[in-house]
């Protein structure tokens, strides 16, 4: 092994809903391990705020911002083509884009849990679907799932959410039993807890000033004692996107500070 092998020096990524959160973090990685990097949000508004932000971190000249909601089939074929035209054949996908609605499950409306499943799951099959035919021709191709503690672990609230990320987890693996065989390998990454827009209700300081009980209790679930940070996903994801892990495939790696292997601090 060499150290190129974990280079993404001439590779084009598509990274999901990467305007800010994990995906944005894993972009920029991307684009400091030499990749060109096309991200997309469900608007123009968003996107030109992640070129804004692309552009506060330097990374302005490698990247290509594209409005695609993916959940729409049709969209993210149309996304694929235009990315092909501006930035060449995509050697990286991150299914990143995702949503979470905490609702007790007796009380979610069935357009809440499907809205959950639809982009958390069926978008990762849509988009790695309308990106294989061009990974198989090139003889190689990465797939990057952005699984969660979810996959493995359930809680209150969080029924949909959980049923997707689990049915991602073996979404990832059955990609890479069906695509192993074309060079493509498949993977997830389960963050544990990050700091991000997605995890600041859980987070928000109390009406006295006193930490959320969640904040709370989660630093007490790591080992670690703390939230992890999105930049804290940029080296597994870089290695999984590189040839440095073509053996690796069908894995979920998670990045997790140690929270599935620990039963929880004593109160
Ligand atoms: P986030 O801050 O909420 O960002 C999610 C991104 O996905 C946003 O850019 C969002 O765009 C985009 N998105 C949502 N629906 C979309 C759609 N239909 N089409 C295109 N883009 C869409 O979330 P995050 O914390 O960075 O999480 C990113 C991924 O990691 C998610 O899959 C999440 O489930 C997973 N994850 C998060 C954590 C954590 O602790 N934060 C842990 C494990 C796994 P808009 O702003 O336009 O909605
Ligand atoms: C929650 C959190 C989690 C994280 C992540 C954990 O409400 O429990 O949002 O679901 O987002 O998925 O890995």
Redesign the pocket.
């Known amino acids: 092994m060499e150290m190129k092998d974990f280079s993404l020096t001439g590779k084009v990524a598509f990274i999901t809903g990467a305007t800010y959160g994990i995906g944005f973090a894993i972009a920029t990685a991307y684009i400091k391990a030499g990749a060109k990097v096309a991200f997309c949000d469900i608007s123009q508004d968003k996107v030109d705020l992640g070129y804004k932000a692309y552009e506060e971190a330097g990374c302005k000249d490698s990247v290509k911002g594209y409005v695609c909601n993916v959940t729409d089939e049709n969209a993210v074929k149309e996304t694929v083509k235009k990315i092909n035209a501006d930035l060449g054949t995509i050697d990286i996908l991150v299914n990143n884009a995702g949503i979470?609605k905490?609702i007790p499950m007796h009380e979610m409306k069935r357009e809440e849990f499907q809205a959950v499943i639809d982009i958390d799951l069926v978008a990762p099959y849509i988009v790695a679907s309308a990106v294989i035919p061009q990974m198989i021709e090139k003889g190689h191709g990465k797939i990057i799932n952005i699984c969660?503690?979810?996959s493995e672990l359930g809680?209150e609230t969080?029924s949909a959410?959980a049923a997707a990320?689990g049915g991602l987890k073996m979404l990832t693996r059955n990609i890479c039993a069906e695509y192993g065989q074309y060079n493509i390998q498949c993977n997830g990454i389960?963050?544990?807890?990050?700091a991000t827009p997605?995890?600041a209700p859980?987070r928000e300081k109390q009406p006295d000033g006193s930490r959320h009980p969640f904040d709370q209790f989660i630093c007490g679930r790591t080992p670690a004692g703390r939230w992890l940070q999105t930049e804290e996903l940029q080296g597994p994801a870089v290695f999984l996107a590189s040839d440095a892990s073509n053996a690796v495939n069908g894995h979920i790696l998670y990045v997790?500070g140690g929270i599935l292997a620990y039963i929880g601090k004593q109160p």
């Open positions: 979470i905490r969660s503690m979810m809680r969080v959410y990320k389960g963050p544990g807890y990050i997605q995890t859980l997790d």
